[in-house]
């Protein structure tokens, strides 16, 4: 992971256009002031996370994203017959694995939930190919449990496969800060629904991106299948694509 860290926050700068250190010498100062390494990106800081409004001047604003829901999958089954503490060590490797994938491009851990990922590509640090770049991390995910399957049966104390199901959609989400007594950092719409319900239905070590997803990558998969899928809460079948491992 240390190949990509920035000595200041990438955040802060494409926003502000100021430069916030969070590594080096010249972080001294900010780290006086509190301003430290961000919990979502290690090249992001705190003012990323923290201070929405003061940055951007708005509570809430909309933003093109693109978002990546991640599931262990079998995780209710392996918490009722599986040792607490190796099911403790299976998530904090689940997440450590899925971390560097998204963060090495430029994507933020927004919210672990549970047994899932929740990450944002697109904000704070913009991409022009955020949905590609979406897509990349999923596949590095996936290769990565593919790789791992011994190791994680070993952490869970069971023969029973550990896989991962990935779903992404992108479009227009609104993102900033909810609450005023507990302030929270994170994106709403129907981007993120759809994106979870994707990923609720793709199968054990698959990834599925919606049409709107699949049209921003379709010259490097121009042969994908299209598939409908009837999820819940969303009126209309929703067209959805498996991306080859």
């Known amino acids: 992971m240390d190949d990509f860290k920035s000595v200041y926050c990438k955040g802060c700068w494409q926003q502000m256009r100021v430069p916030i250190f969070i590594r080096s010498p010249l972080s001294f100062p900010f ?3 509190g301003i430290k390494t961000s919990r979502m990106h290690p090249n992001l800081c705190t003012i990323c996370e923290s201070m929405f409004t003061k940055v951007k001047k708005n509570k809430q604003i909309d933003i093109q994203a693109t978002v990546m ?3 262990l999958r079998g995780y209710t089954a392996l918490s009722e017959h599986a040792d607490p503490a190796g099911i403790a060590r299976l998530l904090n490797k689940f997440y450590d694995e899925c971390a560097p994938a998204i963060w090495k ?3 933020i851990i927004n919210k672990m939930i549970g047994d899932a990922v929740l990450a944002i590509f697109n904000f704070p640090v913009e991409q022009h190919d955020h949905v590609h770049q ?12 593919s790789d791992m399957q011994s190791e994680f049966s070993d952490i869970s104390g069971m023969n029973a496969p550990v896989k991962v199901g990935i779903g992404i ?3 227009t989400a609104s993102i900033g800060e909810l609450g005023t007594n507990y302030k929270d950092f994170t994106i ?5 629904n759809k994106a979870s319900r994707i990923q609720g239905v793709a199968q ?3 990834i599925l991106i919606t049409d ?3 049209h921003c990558i379709k010259v490097d998969y121009p042969q994908l299948e299209p598939r409908a899928y009837n999820l819940k809460g969303i009126d209309q079948p929703v067209i959805a694509f498996a991306v080859p491992l």
Request: zero cysteines; hydrophobic letters at 45%; a negative charge.
């Open 31 to 33: 780290r006086m002031m």
């Open 69 to 71: 829901f991640a599931d």
């Open 105 to 107: 491009r430029d994507g």
């Open 134 to 145: 979406a897509v990349m991390a999923a596949l590095e995910i996936q290769r990565k449990f």
């Open 169 to 171: 959609h992108t479009g």
């Open 188 to 192: 709403i719409g129907s981007v993120v």
């Open 204 to 206: 054990n070590g698959e």
């Open 212 to 214: 709107d997803a699949y």
